[in-house]
């Protein structure tokens, strides 16, 4: 059966079929079927994912006012126009030339700014499973649920979205605190079991060397801020009724996955989590830094694929 996890959610769960749901940014094509085995590299959907629009101001490109655009444009407003083809030109041999930064639609022509809005071809984008499992449920055009056989452990926190890759052991105790050189290129690709607490810059060589993602038990808040380019403590929405974890899809993607199992500031990882951590060292993980303070919860995890035992005679 299917482990359900509400509030209060247990830190280590050693061995329970754990449900991952994998959903689409947007709208897309579902590639497998229910009752389909997968492994976390496995193609599993797609979709077109828009760009923002790119604008260009292409009175200042010219020397020219703003009320000569039109005028030098070699493009019509809802006209394709490709990367690097020229997008608008002043008159002469030795005129000036602006060039399009992107393929896409001239969607406005502003005569009064001189600024012209491109809207950029949108990019497919492929997702992929992120874990071994059986495919239990497809949700049309939107996602898969996966199922597994894992041992789990929970987070107080966490930053960054789903990132398979393999358990690396980079701290020897719980108590043990994370240095920068510490993180080499063996740690590429890995998800690193550190101690009681990580700087700043071991996070910023920690995404150097390809980290996929960071298990901690503790950060300092100004360490999280420096790591995250946030420069005061606005960006926790700090109230009485209005304190709120970051929305991901506000927050610029980090380029790995932090789980944070005890909080804030130099704190020892729970011994049962540590040791649960160790002993699947080298092992694929799954993790997932995705943290919700309001209905519906959400905690972040670490999941870990456990071999099934085969069936006895």
């Known amino acids: 059966m299917s482990l359900f996890n509400p509030e ?7 061995s329970a079929m754990a449900r991952i749901e994998r959903r689409l940014p947007y709208p897309g094509e579902i ?26 101001n292409v009175a200042r490109s010219l020397g020219i006012p703003p009320s000569q655009v039109y005028r030098a444009m070699r493009r019509e407003k809802n006209n394709k126009v490709n990367a690097g083809q020229v997008l608008a030109r ?13 393929s896409g639609m001239i969607v406005d022509i502003d005569g009064e ?34 199922e597994t056989l ?31 050189e510490q993180i080499d290129a063996r740690s590429a690709y ?18 150097a060397e390809q980290v996929r993602g960071i298990i901690v038990g503790g950060i300092e808040e100004h360490e999280l801020r420096e790591f995250l380019g946030w420069t005061s403590v606005e960006g926790w929405r700090v109230g009485l009724h209005s304190w709120q974890w970051p929305s991901p899809r506000h927050t610029p993607d980090p380029k790995l996955t932090i789980v944070v199992t005890e909080g804030f500031g130099v704190r020892p ?17 799954l993790i997932d830094g995705h943290t919700s303070l309001r209905r519906p919860l959400r905690r972040p995890r670490v999941v870990v694929p456990t071999p099934t035992r085969p069936a006895a005679d």
Do not use: W
């Not at 209060?8 to 050693?14: A, F, L």
């Not at 590639?31 to 260009?56: H, M, N």
């Not at 894992?150 to 890759?165: D, I, K, M, N, P």
């Open 8 to 14: 209060g959610t247990t830190p280590t769960v050693p």
């Open 31 to 56: 590639l497998v079927r229910q009752g389909s085995r997968v492994e976390p590299e496995d193609i599993i959907a797609r979709t077109l994912k828009p760009a923002p629009p790119q604008i260009i």
């Open 90 to 102: 002043t008159p002469g041999i030795v005129g000036r030339s602006c060039l399009a930064p992107v």
């Open 113 to 146: 700014t001189g600024y012209v809005t491109i809207a950029p071809d949108p990019v497919e984008h492929f997702m992929q499973a992120a874990m071994r499992g059986l495919v239990m449920e497809v949700i049309p055009y939107e996602g898969v649920v996966i």
């Open 150 to 180: 894992a041992a789990q452990t929970y987070g107080a926190f966490g930053v960054g979205e789903e990132r398979s890759g393999v358990l690396r052991l980079l701290a020897l105790e719980p108590s043990a605190v994370v240095r920068p």
């Open 190 to 207: 890995a998800i690193l079991i550190c101690g009681a607490a990580i700087s700043a810059a071991a996070l910023r060589r920690a995404v």
């Open 269 to 285: 990882m729970n011994q049962a989590i540590f040791d649960l951590l160790s002993a699947q060292d080298r092992q694929e993980a």
